[in-house]
Every structure is written in C-alpha cells, then in structure tokens.
C-alpha cells in the first residue's frame, strides 16, 4: 500500500478519499467503523434493535461496543496495520447522534491523534438539528442519513415510534417529527458544506411508489448521492413477513433516480466494526476475531 497524502496535501478532494462516497475510492481505500454508539432514539419498524442499525449495517450481527478511549485505541492500531486508511465512520451499532457525548469524545480523541482522517457519521435525522453544528465544528465532512420517506403518512407506516426529550411520540406525531428534523438537518449540513448521503430503505407496498419523491426531495436540500437499499427482513421485526423487493426492482429504481441525483450501487452494507477495503473485511487481522466477517 501507498502511503495516503492529506486531501490538502494530494490535491484530491475527500470525497475522492472516501469509499463509499466515491466508486473509484472503494479500491484503494479503507474505512474503520467504530462502534461507540449503542442506542437508538427511534424505533424504525425493520430493525431489531440486538443487530447493527440495518440503516447502514447488514442486520444479523452485533458489534462489541466500544468505549471513546478504546475506540481511539482501536483507531490507532488500525492506521499503523492500514495505510491506505483514510476515513473513520460511526455507524452504530445504534444511531451516531442518540448519545452524542460518545460520539464526540471519540472524534475529539481521534482529530487530536490524526489532523487529517476523514469523519463520516450516519443518523437517522432525528437530532441532527440539535447536532449539526457541532459534527461542523468537530470536522465531519461526510454524514449518511436514512430516510426512507418525505410524506408524514408514509413515515408513520414505517417507524413505531421516536423518542425526543425524554418524551415517546408514535404515529403521526411521532413521524411528522422525524421527517421534519431529517430534512431540515440535512439542509444545515449540506449548506455548510457537509457532503450528505441519503440511504433509503425500499419497503414493499410501503414507500416502494415514493423513492423517486424523497430523491427529488433531497436533491433539493443539498444531498448529494442517493443509495437505494433493499430491505434485509430481520426475524422478530414487525416488517419480518414483508416480502423483499427484489434486487432487479432495486437496480431499475436506482436506474430512474440517476436522472435525478447520482446513485450508489457498491455499498456493502458493513458491520458497525468493520475495518478496510469495502467487501474485505480486515477485522479477523485486525481484532483476533475467530470467523472473518463475511461480506
Ligand atoms: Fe434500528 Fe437504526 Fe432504526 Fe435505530 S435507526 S431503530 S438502530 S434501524
Ligand atoms: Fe460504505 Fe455502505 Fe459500508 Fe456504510 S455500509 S461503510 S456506506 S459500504
């Protein structure tokens, strides 16, 4: 491996740098996810919440949480083995923002070490508002947030429930919540000059008539790539019996927003611990782990 520059340092913007946010990236460089933040602030009807937040994680798997200290320590272990490491991502297990003091103290502990390693987060939405600035200020240029649909009555379709201030809203109430503070933290973030990816999960006779929508919808607040996903039922979900979309539809969907926003077709959908390349999975090197996480 080539020693990787400094985006300042090469010329190439981080998006260049970034796997999943660039297809040519997902060659030559490597991410590390750590996984520092186990809980979640909303109740998205496809999840259950013993496996990886499936908005960014293949469900089935749950990563061994990690302390800030220890996930620096992992960090730092992992550039000295990788040195086409170039992005560090918090993608769970739970939701990056449910307890932000984690989240932040990680990333402080990191940009202390490493002035230059790319911070990527991903969300549901639901506190970006109360967070956006802060993720500015520690340095986060790249954010996924999922959201898998921009109609309240659809949103209320798919997410049990959302917690905010200690106070539990449903239905309506509850989705009319999420949808407004995922749009309006995706415009603060993207008018600050955050490069956001929306992951948007297609649900069966749910939102799979809407996508093209939340594609337009995006677009016009700033994001800046769209990645269409299948959903992966999990067992013991309320969505557990919905029948898959299959992959063709995905691809013919992907196919009709790439008018509107570019797509992702390469994401992995990696644990909350994965580590190096995309689709090579360098934790059994790495962690000492028993089976290398398969891909
Ligand atoms: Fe599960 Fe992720 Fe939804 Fe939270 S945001 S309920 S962890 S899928
Ligand atoms: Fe990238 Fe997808 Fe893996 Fe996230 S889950 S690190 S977007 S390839």
Redesign the pocket.
């Known amino acids: 491996d080539s020693k990787v520059e400094a985006p300042q340092a090469c010329g190439v913007s981080a998006t260049d740098l970034h796997?999943?946010f660039s297809c040519t990236g997902?060659h030559r460089y490597a991410?590390i996810?750590l996984p520092v933040a186990p809980d979640c602030n909303i109740q998205c009807k496809y999840c259950v919440r013993k496996f990886d937040c499936p908005n960014?994680?293949r469900p089935g798997v749950t990563s061994q949480v990690l302390t800030p200290e220890e996930a620096l320590q992992r960090f730092l272990d992992a550039k000295k083995r990788l040195s086409n490491l170039t992005v560090v991502?918090i993608?769970g297990p739970g939701d990056a923002l449910a307890d932000f003091d984690k989240t932040r103290e990680t990333l402080r502990l990191i940009r202390e070490h490493d002035p230059n390693v790319i911070f990527c987060i991903?969300t549901n939405g639901l506190a970006l508002p109360q967070y956006a600035d802060e993720l500015v200020a520690l340095g986060v240029s790249h954010v996924?947030i999922t959201i898998n649909a921009v109609d309240v009555e659809i949103a209320s379709q798919i997410y049990s429930h959302v917690t905010m201030m200690g106070m539990r809203y449903s239905g309506m109430a509850g989705a009319a919540m999420l949808v407004s503070n995922q749009l309006l933290g995706l415009k603060l973030l993207a008018s600050r000059g955050v490069t956001c990816?929306v992951?948007c999960v297609v649900l069966q006779g749910i939102n799979d008539h809407h996508i093209e929508t939340v594609v337009e919808k995006v677009k016009s607040l700033g994001a800046a790539i769209t990645?269409i996903m299948q959903l992966i039922p999990v067992k013991g979900s309320a969505f557990e019996h919905l029948e898959m979309v299959s992959a063709k539809t995905i691809n013919e969907i992907r196919k009709r927003c790439e008018r509107i926003l570019p797509q992702?077709y390469?994401?992995?959908?990696?644990r909350a611990d994965?580590v190096g390349l995309?689709g090579e999975d360098q934790s059994l090197i790495l962690y000492g782990k028993k089976e290398p996480v398969q891909e």
């Open positions: 796997p999943c997902a991410r996810h960014e994680s991502g993608a991903s996924t990816k992951n990645n992702m390469h994401c992995k959908q990696c994965a995309l």
